[in-house]
């Protein structure tokens, strides 16, 4: 005789979905420093962001990529609280236009956000001095700068990070990204700086809770 028990209901998540794999379990550990409460982030390989500056078929295409995937997790028998799409900015962006241009190319999707961070995710990294050096205690002691700034000001955040952890003999690379952020979600610590793009970072996982 057959079970009559229906199976409880799965729980909702968060997708996460950037250039790279880094990118989107990065945002799974961020989403974290943010809200405790929140469902669980599920990081996805694919589809990869689009970078640069893609022509409207290709964008749309995306789009159309991003809503299957969504469907498709949703078809499984998943449920969906909201979706973060993580873009870097590449170049300055004082004014957070692209930012608006992602928020724009995501009102099609329902629940998602954009991320996008001023130059590259590394920027925020220089935000949490402290965490940057944990994942390496020995070899990074006191290689990051502690004096409060605009960290968006820096030039090329990627490259000035990898020049400050050279001279100890194990640069940074990208796959770093991950630990630092769980390292980040763990402390909570405040920010050493500012970072607008971070806030609107936080904007975007506070819309979720809603």
């Not at 929140?38 to 500056?53: E, F, T, W, Y």
């Not at 640069?171 to 971070?198: C, M, Q, W």
Request: net charge positive; with cysteine.
């Amino acid at each position: 005789m057959r079970s009559t028990r229906r199976a409880a209901p799965r729980a909702e998540v968060i997708l996460a979905f950037g250039e790279d794999l880094n990118d989107s379990q990065s945002l799974k550990w961020l989403v974290k420093y943010f809200r405790s409460d929140l469902p669980a982030v599920l990081a996805r390989p694919k589809p990869i962001s689009l970078s640069g500056n893609p022509g409207e078929k290709a964008v749309e295409k995306w789009v159309a990529d991003l809503s299957g995937a969504i469907a498709a997790t949703v078809a499984g028998g998943q449920p969906v609280r909201g979706v973060l799409v993580h873009v870097d900015s590449d170049s300055p962006d004082p004014d957070g236009q692209r930012h608006t241009s992602l928020a724009k190319a995501l009102s099609r999707i329902e629940g998602a956000h954009p991320v996008v961070p001023v130059q590259c995710t590394e920027a925020w990294w220089f935000l949490f001095p402290e965490q940057v050096e944990s994942i390496r205690p020995v070899a990074w002691r006191s290689v990051m700068p502690r004096k409060p700034r605009d960290v968006e000001t820096i030039t090329s955040p990627k490259s000035e990070l990898k020049q400050l952890t050279r001279r100890s003999g194990s640069e940074y690379a990208e796959n770093d990204s991950v630990r630092i952020a769980e390292k980040i979600a763990t402390a909570r610590p405040k920010l050493t700086g500012t970072s607008k793009s971070f806030e609107r970072f936080r904007a975007s996982v506070n819309a979720l809770a809603t």
